[in-house]
């Protein structure tokens, strides 16, 4: 209450942002809808599926839109195999600490099997492993022993289906929500409490 005197001239000033609910109103209709996120910077490239649940990052992030549950919990499964995951960490930029960005342009050039003949049997059994793993995962505080269990299935089926395929058709980009427009990225960054993007 003691801003309440003062609040007319504290809105007036020039430097002064629109409320945090007319940033999301005018954000991406994507960020409402089921996403797989992963954080810009990180130690180790991690992806999750969100749903339909509204959430708001509170740090620097990207997103890909899906359409359906399953897709969303294959990407995720896939994003987070040991195969993916050694592809991006020899590719990202480096930060300090330890640390990697892991850009849009990174997560676009990573191949996409799943479109071909050869991968169908894989699908449902990866989507099933990882929907068991974000089950898991939203009840613990450090991952476990079950974890690692599927983990480990989740590595062994994605490098069956890579050593199946000789040749990825599409890349990760050909994914696109129908919500999207031709105008808006595919791989959306939503950033709240640190606009820069700084690393240091």
């Keep these: 209450r003691w801003f309440e005197r ?7 000033r020039k430097t002064t942002r ?11 209709p994507t960020l409402n809808h089921k996403k ?8 180790l490239f991690e992806a999750s ?29 896939w994003l987070n195999s040991a195969y993916v995951r050694n592809y991006c960490n020899t590719r990202a930029e480096h930060a300090r600490g330890g640390y990697r960005r892991f850009f849009a ?22 989507s099933t492993l990882s929907r068991k793993a974000h089950d898991i995962a ?11 269990t599927i983990q480990n299935d989740i590595d062994l089926l994605c490098d069956k289906c890579v050593a199946a395929i000789e040749r990825h058709t599409k890349p990760l980009s050909s994914l696109r929500h129908p919500h999207a427009t031709p105008s808006l990225p595919l791989f959306q960054q939503t950033i709240t409490n640190d606009e820069r993007g700084d690393v240091s």
């Design 6 to 12: 003062v609040a007319p001239r504290l809105d007036e």
């Design 18 to 28: 629109p409320p945090l609910r007319h940033a999301i109103a005018g954000a991406s």
């Design 36 to 43: 797989v996120v992963w954080r810009d910077i990180a130690q």
């Design 49 to 77: 599926y969100c749903n339909d649940i509204k959430i708001i990052p509170i740090n620097t992030v990207y997103y890909i839109p899906v359409q359906t549950d399953d897709e969303g919990y294959l990407l995720a499964a």
């Design 105 to 126: 342009w990174l997560v676009d050039t990573i191949p996409w099997p799943f479109d071909d003949t050869l991968a169908k049997p894989y699908i449902a059994k990866l």
């Design 138 to 148: 939203s009840k613990i505080e450090t991952p476990n022993s079950a974890l690692a």
